[in-house]
Antibody
Framework: EVQLVESGGGLLQPGGSLRLSCAASGFTFSSYWMHWVRQAPGKGLVWVSRINSDGSSTSYADSVKGRFTVSRDNAKNTLYLQMNSLRAEDTAVYYC?????????WGKGTTVTVSS | EIVMTQSPATLSVSPGERATLSCRASQSVSSNLAWYQQKPGQAPRLLIYGATTRATGIPARFSGSGSGTEFTLTISSLQSEDFAVYYCQQYSNWPPDTFGQGTKLEIK
């Protein structure tokens, strides 16, 4: 089955760190650009980061630049998002998504809550 | 950054009727525009890409039109499962990819 499965979310205090994972299966992961998109409670979709197929090129939303790092391990078919210096405003469901243009496949998301 | 503006914020339509959702870009995105459907508690699902092309498995009642800065998603005859939130997204000029704020399609 073609799917993306996120993991690693949780509850943590401001200033903390977390690493999210996105496991891909059913397709050739190494051929696809990948993204992280987040959705705060009751809000819309916000793009967070992208990485190209071989991991050599990345980009970030201004709101997370310098705090978040996207990476991938094509041998393990896994996408990562290292999140440091977390803030309350980073609270959201984090989705990974596949695609160089439109996002043709999404995971079900993992929830990150930043609260003291 | 390209700003995507969707209208209306909420659209109330009866089952079987037509729904027309709009999306405007702050500058031209050519045809680099996608539409997504999101139901409560679920991930978004790609409906339309390239402004007009239906994604795999999407029913023919969904259609997209437009180019440049003005886009429309039309659902020709609403089914109960179509009531959801719809987002447009541009992928012409990145980073960042930008989404509209969403249109909630509700049962009238």
């Amino acid at each position: 089955e073609v799917q993306l499965v996120e993991s690693g979310g949780g509850l943590l205090q401001p200033g903390g760190s977390l690493r999210l994972s996105c496991a891909a299966s059913g397709f050739t992961f190494s051929s696809y650009w990948m993204h992280w998109v987040r959705q705060a409670p009751g809000k819309g979709l916000v793009w967070v980061s992208r990485i190209n197929s071989d991991g050599s090129s990345t980009s970030y939303a201004d709101s997370v630049k310098g705090r978040f790092t996207v990476s991938r391990d094509n041998a393990k078919n896994t996408l990562y998002l290292q999140m440091n210096s977390l803030r309350a405003e980073d609270t959201a469901v984090y989705y990974c998504a596949r695609g160089a243009s439109a996002y043709s496949l999404w995971g079900k998301g993992t929830t990150v809550t930043v609260s003291s | 950054e390209i700003v995507m503006t969707q209208s209306p914020a909420t659209l109330s339509v009866s089952p079987g009727e037509r729904a027309t959702l709009s999306c405007r870009a702050s500058q031209s995105v050519s045809s680099n525009l996608a539409w997504y459907q999101q139901k409560p508690g679920q991930a978004p699902r790609l409906l339309i890409y390239g402004a007009t092309t239906r994604a795999t498995g999407i029913p023919a009642r969904f259609s997209g039109s437009g180019s440049g800065t003005e886009f429309t998603l039309t659902i020709s005859s609403l089914q109960s499962e179509d009531f959801a939130v719809y987002y447009c997204q541009q992928y012409s000029n990145w980073p960042p990819d930008t989404f509209g704020q969403g249109t909630k399609l509700e049962i009238k």
